[in-house]
C-alpha cells in the first residue's frame, strides 16, 4: 500500500498538475477537473488494492505455520471489478495437507468468492439503480469510471434473488393498536412470451399520520409490506397474519379492516385471519358507479351515490333497475349490469363501509400498486420473464420495508460461501476448525517484526477477524 502511494506521488503528481493547468487553458470548469482527478484517483486506488492482496499472499507462502499444515499448489493472476474499475493481482492456491482440500486463501480472507469476478460494491449499486429506472442505468451507475455494465449482466444478478429474503429484525415488545388496516392489490405486467404476470402487494398498518407537523402530507403508520408472485392466496395471507402475531398483541385489536377493489384472492384474507372483515376500496367502487348512472341525469346520480352512502340496499336496486330500463343502447345496458353485479357482488364490503366509516381509513392501494410496482415494472412498455417480475417484485418490497441492499448482497454471498455450507459436516468441520485456527495463529513477519506500518497495523486486524 506504501508502495503504491509512493509511486503514485512520484510519478503523477506531476502530471497531475500539468493536465490541470491545461485543462485551465483550456477554459474547462472545475466539474472537468474533478472527472479528470477522480479517475487518477481510482487508478491509485486500484493499485493500493492489488499491492495488499499480494502482500497478504506473500505473507502467507513465507508463513511456518502454514508450511507445516499446507503446501502450495500453484500461484496464478486474478481480477474483479470494483467501482474503481478491475484490480488485477496474483495469489496462491494451497492444498490442506490432512483432506487435501484447496483454496485460495487471500481470496477467501477479503471475501472474494470463486467464480464472482464482480466485487459486492458493484452489484449493490447496480441493483439499487435497477430497481429505480432500468437495467441499462443499473450498469451505467455501477461504476464510478467511465465504463458500464451491460443491461444483461445487471439481469443476470437481479436473477440471482429468486429465494425468499431474509426479514429485518422487529420489535423485541408487541405494539398494542384498537385496529389494524390491510390493504391490498395487484399489478399487471406484460411478459415477453406473451400473457400477463399479477405480482400482488399487500400492506399492513394502523391508519395515516401527518408527516410533519405543518406539513399537509401523510403518511402511514409503522406499515410493513409483503410480495406475492404465483403464491396461493392463503400462503399470503397465512404469512400476513403470522407478522401480525408476531408484531401485535393480539388481544389489544378489536378489528382488522382489509380493503381491496373485492377480487377474490383478497376477500380470501377475511377467511384466515381473525376479527377482520372486508371493506370495498372507494376507488373501484366510485368506477363503477361512475360506469352505471355517468349517461342518467343529475338527479338519478345523486339518488344512487345517497343510497350507496347509506348502504340502503333496496334503493340502490331500486335505481339500478330504473337505469337499465332507461338504457336503450345494448352495450351500454350490459356495462351498466356489469356494474350492477360488482356492486351487488361486494355489497357487504360496501355496508361495512357505512355502519363503520368513522374508523375507516381510505385505502391507497391502487396509488401504492402504481407508485411501488408500476413505476419501474409497467409503466412504460417492457416486455419481462415471470420469474424477473418475481424477483424484482421481492427486492422493491424488502427496500420498501427498510432493507438496505448491501446486507442483502452480503447475505447471498454467504448463503453461496462453501466454507460456510462444509461446518458442521463430520471430516470437512474438523479442517474448517483447523483452516480457523491456522488464520488465527499464523506468524506473520511483517506482524510480528519490523516497524508499526500501516500494513502492519491492517493485517493484524484481519488476523484477528479471520
Known sequence: MIKSIQQFY?????????????????GEDIGQISDGICNDLCKLGLSVMAEILEDMDDELRGSEDRKKHYEIVHKRKNSFLTRMGE???????????????????????????????????????????????????????????????????????????????????EEPEQRKSRIIYIEADEDHVALQEGGTAM??????????????????????????YFDSMGESSTGLWERVLDYIYGKYDYESIDRIYISGDGAPWIKAGTGIIDKSRFVLDRYHLRKYLRQASSHMDVVLQDALN???????????????????????????????????????NNWSGIRIYSEEREDITGCSAEGHVSHIYSSRLSSRPKGWSVRN?????????????????????KYRRSMADPAKKEEGRGEPAMAARARKEFYNNVSMPVISQGK???????????????
Open 199 to 224: 405480482p400482488r402487494l399487500v400492506y399492513v398498518h394502523e391508519g395515516a399520520e401527518k408527516e410533519g407537523a405543518k406539513s399537509k402530507r401523510r403518511r402511514l403508520k409503522n406499515v410493513k
Open 87 to 169: 484490480v488485477t493481482y496474483r495469489r496462491t492456491c494451497f492444498r490442506d495437507k490432512r483432506t487435501g482440500k484447496t483454496e485460495y486463501t487471500t481470496d477467501r480472507i477479503f471475501g472474494i468468492r470463486p467464480h464472482e469476478n464482480i466485487a459486492s460494491d458493484v452489484e449493490t449499486h447496480m441493483i439499487e439503480e435497477a430497481l429505480q429506472t432500468t437495467y441499462r442505468k443499473g450498469g451505467k451507475q455501477a461504476l464510478i469510471v467511465d465504463e458500464e455494465l451491460s443491461k444483461q449482466t445487471v439481469m443476470n444478478y437481479i436473477s440471482r434473488y429468486g429465494f425468499e429474503l431474509p426479514e429485518a429484525k
Open 10 to 26: 512520484e510519478k503523477n503528481t506531476g502530471k497531475i498538475l500539468k493536465r490541470v493547468v491545461m485543462q485551465v487553458k483550456k
Open 389 to 409: 417480475v418475481g424477483n424484482m417484485a421481492k427486492l422493491i418490497v424488502y427496500s420498501m420495508n427498510g432493507g438496505k441492499i448491501i446486507d442483502l448482497v
Open 306 to 344: 345517497d343510497a350507496i352512502y347509506e348502504a340502503d340496499k333496496d334503493t340502490v336496486t331500486a335505481v339500478l333497475d330504473r337505469i337499465i330500463g332507461m338504457t336503450e343502447e345494448d352495450s351500454k345496458r350490459e356495462s351498466v349490469m356489469e356494474a350492477y353485479r360488482y356492486i351487488m
Open 452 to 466: 508499526r506500518t500501516q500494513l502492519r497495523w491492517l493485517l493484524k486486524e484481519i488476523r484477528g477477524v479471520c
